[in-house]
């Protein structure tokens, strides 16, 4: 049971470059999220998909799309990146709202550097 | 206007002692959800502790118990018997109903705990 695993771990892109950020879990979750997380800063919500098939904006949508391919993967695509989004960038899954502890599970993150 | 404040920056706290960190929140839904999650120093969330806003006695998990003082909308973290490991960045999070039955968290900025010997 891996949990939740993103790839890369450490990404370098240059400016009006464009990669997707993969995550994938294996707990059967419903919901999954993306999040980003900036020096000093707590982690602002990007984008979440509630259940396969949907997905919505969350604070700080802009510059980004997703995907949610199946229950088990939700990908972060970066179309053309820019410097302001050099961040740290985590997934997470979580099971239904009622669930005992409504835990959100974060994968490992991937540290993104625009030059 | 935020909606999670941390108003501790950074603390330091001897080995041994018991220590506080402090979160408000804000929220006009009645149903919502407050975390704390731990980030050591290699970078990944660990969940330490969750308070539904419906509970009626404060949450406890091993060293870890929220103080959770609904009125004054204050979920402060405490720390029993520090370690050294618990030397890490600190965050409290809130948990509120979205579109579909997502729940996306929003973060404070977090506290930065060091734990001395």
């Known amino acids: 049971n891996a949990g939740v695993t993103q790839t890369p771990k450490f990404q370098v892109l240059k400016t009006g470059q464009s990669m997707t950020l993969q995550c994938a879990q294996d707990m059967n979750h419903n919901s999954m999220y993306w999040y980003r997380q900036d020096p000093g800063m707590g982690l602002r919500l990007i984008y979440y998909s509630a259940s396969e098939g949907t997905t919505d904006k969350g604070e700080v949508p802009n510059g980004y799309n997703v995907s949610r391919l199946n229950k088990r993967e939700f990908s972060l695509r970066l179309e053309s990146a820019a410097p302001s989004q050099t961040s740290v960038y985590f997934c997470?899954?979580?099971?239904?709202?009622?669930?005992?502890?409504?835990?959100?599970?974060f994968g490992p993150g991937t540290r993104l550097t625009v030059l | 206007a935020q909606k999670i404040t941390q108003t501790q920056p950074g603390m330091f706290v001897q080995e041994k002692e018991a220590v506080t960190l402090d979160c408000t929140y804000d929220?006009?839904?009645?149903?919502?959800?407050l975390f704390w999650y731990k980030q050591p120093s290699s970078g990944e969330m660990i969940f330490l502790i969750y308070q539904g806003s419906y509970d009626q006695q404060n949450a406890t998990e091993g060293r870890y118990s929220l103080n959770f003082q609904k009125a004054r909308k204050s979920a402060n973290l405490v720390i029993s018997a520090s370690q050294l490991g618990d030397s890490a960045m600190y965050f409290c999070?809130?948990?509120?109903?979205?579109?579909?039955?997502?729940?996306?968290?929003?973060f404070g900025k977090g506290t930065h705990l060091i734990i001395q010997p």
């Open positions: 929220t006009s839904d009645p149903s919502y959800g």
């Open positions: 997470a899954s979580s099971p239904p709202i009622g669930r005992a502890g409504n835990e959100q599970f």
């Open positions: 999070a809130m948990r509120e109903r979205r579109g579909g039955g997502a729940d996306g968290l929003t």
